[in-house]
Every structure is written in C-alpha cells, then in structure tokens.
C-alpha cells in the first residue's frame, strides 16, 4: 500500500519507485524553464513578425508619397505659368518650403532604429504634402480671383471708338475755332451727322446725364479701374443715371448742343481725374461695326493661350 506522504514514478518494467522530494524540485524548475524558454522564443517571433510587416507597409507608402510629390511638382509648375499669364509673381522654392513641420515618431520603435527612421521620413514627407495641397490650393484661390479681375478690366477699358466718323480734331494744344486763341483740347472730336449712334466703348455704370453749358449735352460713363468717359455735345441721352451699360450699348445720339461750330461728338477718356489721350485705346479695325457683327468667340479654343 502507498504512502500519502511520498510521491512514486512508474518504471519501464511497470514498478513503483519512490521519488524524493530533490528530485521532484529539480523536475519542476525544468519543466517551468522549458516553457518560459518557448514562450520568450514564441514573443521574439511574433515581435519579429509584426516588425517586418510594418516595415513593409511604411516602404509602399513612401512610394506612393513619391509618386504624389512628382505630381504636386508638376502641378506647382504649371502654377507659375498660370500666374505669369495673369500677371501674378511666382512662387519661390523657399516660399513653398516654409512651414514644414518636424517629426512626430513615438519612441514605440525606438530600439529599432530603421523603422524609427524610416517612420520618421513617412511623416516629414506627409507634413511636406499636406503643406504643398494648402499652398496650392490658396494659389488656385489667388489666380482665379486675379483671371476675373481680368476679365473685368478687359470688359471694361473703353476700347471701341464710341461712333463712326472722321477724327476732325485731335487731343493737345490746338486753335480754338470759336476762341481764336490756342487752349487745350481734352478729348478728340468724331465729325458726324446730328443723330448719329454713340455707343459704349467699355462696360460701365452711367454717372452723369444732362446739360452742362459749354459741354451740352453731356454723358459721362464710370468704367472703374480709375477709368471715366465723356460725350459732349448730344441731341439726345439715351440712359440714365445709374444705369449699367455693356460695350456696343447705344447710349446717345450725336448733336450740335453748347459750343460747337457744326455737328460732331466731342469724347475724353479720364485715368484716375487725368485726361488722357483717347487715341492711345483704339485699335484700328476695332468700329462699332466690327464690334457688333463679330461672332462671339468659341468656348472650344485651339489657341496656345496659357488660360
């Protein structure tokens, strides 16, 4: 019969022997050092394991950020020559590069040091992209809002002869037909029959509509951009104050009202309360004729035109 105060192994011959309690210890520190080695070797592994695939992860990502890079690069070099066409200074290298931001890496991969660096460089080229999208987006800001101003300047230069007829006086120093002495002549006069159609050589508002003594009846138009027109000597105003008018508008009839020798349209281009020489704004060809009978241009141009 056994003992309950002794413990007993199994022999290959199929006896019980007594096993004593130096051995029993010396059994059991092995068995818990054979499991702790497996279990530290099962954590290296798996550490091991999750290291390699991180480390893959972070190297695809870098190259899609390369590839976004060569595109933000392209996409800044095209925004220097849409700012040069609508008259805007480029972006310097050093503008673009202000601003980008330092490493955020934890210290998680610390005792690893490439993949600290390779996670280090992953976020510095994110900072870097994240930088280059907003700087590139505040440009296309820059230059929309620049290419309508444009536009409005365009539309708005008094560029169009304002009615057709002969230049019969030029701007400068001239003889006065009816002062008989030599004075400043403001503006330059059309000869044209009374009744003639004046028209808008720029998009405007109507600032002034009325009699204004040596004037007559008179016709001044608001272009912005310091831009202001004048029509002297009407028959007849065909807008009122106030009102906006697009080139090509008819806005008087030519006349013999105030001082003047014989029908004709006095006209005065004023930049920023200086009168200019209005000559300086026709282009040739460009009569209310042209202007009106021209077809408006494609929207599907073929041009080479950067905009």
């Not at 595109?71 to 220097?80: H, R, Y």
């Not at 230059?143 to 560029?159: C, H, M």
């Amino acid at each position: 019969m056994f003992s309950r105060k002794r413990f007993y192994y199994l022999t290959e011959d199929g006896r019980f022997l007594p096993l004593n309690f130096p051995t029993l210890l010396l059994a059991g520190a092995l068995l818990i050092s054979l499991i702790s080695v497996t279990a530290v070797s099962g954590f290296r592994n798996t550490a091991s394991s999750e290291l390699s695939s991180c480390s893959e992860t972070l190297a695809s990502l870098q190259k899609q950020i390369n590839g976004l890079e060569q595109e933000l690069e392209s996409l800044s070099a095209s925004d220097n020559h849409l700012r040069l066409a609508v008259n805007l200074p480029v972006v310097s290298e050093e503008e673009k590069s202000m601003g980008t931001g330092g490493s955020r890496t934890s210290n998680l991969f610390a005792n690893h040091e490439p993949l600290a660096h390779l996670l280090a460089m992953t976020e510095k080229k994110i900072d870097n992209l994240s930088l280059k999208i907003k700087q590139q987006k505040e440009s296309h800001k820059k230059i929309q809002a620049t290419w309508d101003e444009n536009q409005r300047l365009f539309a708005s230069l008094p560029v169009l002869k304002p009615i057709n007829g002969p230049v019969t006086s030029g701007f400068g120093v001239r003889f006065h037909p009816i002062y008989k002495r030599h004075v400043h002549h403001d503006g330059i006069d059309f000869s044209a029959p009374v009744g003639t159609k004046v028209y808008a050589p720029g998009d405007g508002t109507v600032r002034y509509t009325g009699y204004n003594f040596g004037y007559g009846n008179k016709v001044v138009i608001d272009h912005g951009f310091g831009y202001r027109t004048v029509y002297a000597h009407l028959s007849k105003s065909l807008v009122t104050t106030g009102q906006k008018v697009k080139r090509g508008d008819i806005i008087a009839l030519s006349g013999n009202t105030g001082v003047s020798t014989g029908p004709h349209l006095h006209y005065e281009i004023h930049k920023n309360y200086q009168k200019i020489n209005p000559s300086a704004y026709f282009f040739d060809n460009f009569t209310p004729e042209s202007f009106l009978t021209a077809k408006p241009a494609s929207t599907q141009s073929n041009s080479n035109s950067q905009i």
